[in-house]
Nanobody
Framework: QVHVVESGGGLVQAGGSLRLSCAAS????????MGWYRQAPGKQRELVAT???????NYADSVKGRFTASRDYAKNTVYLQMNSLKPEDTAVYYC??????????????WGQGTQVTVSS
């Protein structure tokens, strides 16, 4: 079992910045992907950014150039630096830890979510 906890959400004006943190603990497998997803009211959950245990990052087109994902491997923690925030970035942000299976299905673990609100 893996426990995932996010922190760092809040209210910010458009153009401002926030930094989200996500710590994973428990039965961490060395081959994994950690990432950020978000869900706005009335919309489906969507991918924001992921970072593989090997360091490869992937971003949604809507956040490229504004958001940066990073990892602290020693702490099993990932961060999402969000700059130039827009009102459309308002959503609940969820951290995901995906344990990549070898010959077995991958397993997803989710945090409880943290609210990010960007005012215009």
């Amino acid at each position: 079992q893996v426990h995932v906890v996010e922190s760092g959400g809040g209210l910010v004006q458009a153009g401002g910045s926030l930094r989200l943190s996500c710590a994973a603990s428990g039965n961490i497998f060395s081959l994994n992907v950690m990432g950020w997803y978000r869900q706005a009211p009335g919309k489906q959950r969507e991918l924001v950014a992921t970072i593989h245990s090997g360091g490869i990052t992937n971003y949604a087109d809507s956040v490229k150039g504004r958001f940066t994902a990073s990892r602290d491997y020693a702490k099993n923690t990932v961060y999402l630096q969000m700059n130039s925030l827009k009102p459309e970035d308002t959503a609940v942000y969820y951290c995901n830890h995906r344990k990549i299976g070898i010959g077995t299905p991958s397993v997803d673990y989710w945090g409880q979510g943290t609210q990010v609100t960007v005012s215009s």
